[in-house]
T-cell receptor, first 113, second 113 residues
Framework: EAQVTQNPRYLITVTGKKLTVTCSQN?????MSWYRQDPGLGLRQIYY???????DKGDVPEGYKVSRKEKRNFPLILESPSPNQTSLYFC????????????FGSGTQLSVL | KQEVTQIPAALSVPEGENLVLNCSFT??????LQWFRQDPGKGLTSLLL?????REQTSGRLNASLDKSSGRSTLYIAASQPGDSATYLC????????????FGKGTKLSVIP
């Protein structure tokens, strides 16, 4: 089954404790990206990647890191989380140059205390 | 910075009614535009994707149109059903070397039986 898998589904942590949210896709997609969704602000893009070792900033990259060492994986790293990073996070993947329909993961609800 | 606007923020209609959801965007170099559906507590599902060279796309009871010159897209839902109740988001995908995705804040649709 074609899917984008995010883990964990829920995460509660404390300020400053490094964390990683994983994202994996099984569709051989070149494009992967991370978004955060906040009430009243909608979905905003954090980072995206066009292929292995190619990443670029979205609208709200501050406080986040990503890496794309393999085509299928695109982890989101918060090295020193702060309460303003409490949000619902989504990972997505898609093809480039043809049908760019995006596939989304189920989301990760992060709370930083 | 590109902007995508969806009006209204919420819409309630009786079952069986045809309806139109609106999306406007500022990016004159839009690469494509997608319509998504989001159910509470879940990820996004891509409904329709319209390339910048296309005028419309259809899938079942859904029809999406794109007018680049006016910066508008519409999603037409025919013969609405209670199962159509969800939040509908549009997102424009910029090309020209910057594959950023900008979302509108969505229209929350309620179809009343």
């Amino acid at each position: 089954e074609a899917q984008v898998t995010q883990n964990p589904r829920y995460l509660i942590t404390v300020t400053g404790k490094k964390l990683t949210v994983t994202c994996s896709q099984n569709m051989n997609h070149e494009y992967m990206s991370w978004y955060r969704q906040d009430p009243g602000l909608g979905l905003r893009q954090i980072y995206y990647s066009m292929n292995v070792e190619v990443t670029d900033k979205g609208d709200v990259p501050e406080g986040y890191k990503v890496s794309r060492k393999e085509k299928r994986n695109f982890p989101l790293i918060l090295e020193s989380p702060s309460p303003n990073q409490t949000s619902l996070y989504f990972c997505a993947s898609g093809l480039v140059g043809s049908d760019e329909k995006l596939f989304f993961g189920s989301g990760t609800q992060l709370s930083v205390l | 910075k590109q902007e995508v606007t969806q009006i209204p923020a919420a819409l309630s209609v009786p079952e069986g009614e045809n309806l139109v959801l609106n999306c406007s965007f500022t990016d004159s170099a839009i690469y494509n535009l997608q319509w998504f559906r989001q159910d509470p507590g879940k990820g996004l599902t891509s409904l329709l994707l319209i390339q910048s060279s296309q005028r419309e796309q259809t899938s079942g009871r859904l029809n999406a149109s794109l007018d680049k010159s006016s910066g508008r897209s519409t999603l037409y839902i025919a013969a609405s059903q209670p199962g159509d109740s969800a939040t509908y988001l549009c997102a424009e995908f910029s090309g020209a070397g910057s594959y950023q995705l900008t979302f509108g804040k969505g229209t929350k649709l309620s179809v009343i039986p």
